[in-house]
């Protein structure tokens, strides 16, 4: 929050998330029939969008760019879920995951009475803490770089033998 020469870039320190609840997160997305994956800011600030896309073919997940994420999954990716179908997505996921954005930012500022709906789980992964929205009530909350935490997860569901067939859902996309 300094002054930084025009010449210079800031450097901002990336960190993974906690084994632990990064596993249990890859445990969700493997179980999910019905996952959409909402991705934000922190996604092009960390440069996750080449392991996002993986992860988003390797399980078979849509997914929905925001604000600066935009174009982080081509338009032209049969998995690219466009704004307009975001809200129907929303109402009929089984599993939401918010990667690098600030739940408040997003349909009625995912407070009650619009949020949570039906049977979903959230999940939400964020750099800092203070960009996790609490209100929201998440099965899990990853605090770290959604570039390190989107590989882990990766890494865990690649060693699994196991994909889970979602063609229903891909079909309603």
Known sequence: RKYI???????????????????????????????LIVAGDGVYWSGASEV???LA???????????????????????SLPTSGRGMMLAEA?????????????????EAPDWPRGKVTYIQVNETAQELWHPLPSKEMVVGASRLVLQQILDIVAADQQRPARTEWLVKL
Not at 6 to 25: I, L, M, N
Not at 57 to 79: C, F, K, M, W
Not at 94 to 110: H, I, P, T
């Open 94 to 110: 089984d599993l939401v995951v918010l990667v690098g954005m600030r739940a408040g930012e997003l349909e009625s500022w995912f």
């Open 5 to 35: 020469a025009a010449h210079e870039q800031p450097r901002v320190p990336q960190s993974a998330g906690d084994p632990r609840t990064v596993a249990r997160v890859a445990d969700l997305l493997l179980g999910a029939k019905r996952p």
């Open 57 to 79: 073919a390797t399980l078979q997940i849509p997914v929905n760019t925001r604000r600066t994420a935009r174009g982080a999954v081509s338009e032209d990716d049969p998995l």
């Open 52 to 54: 996002l896309q993986s």
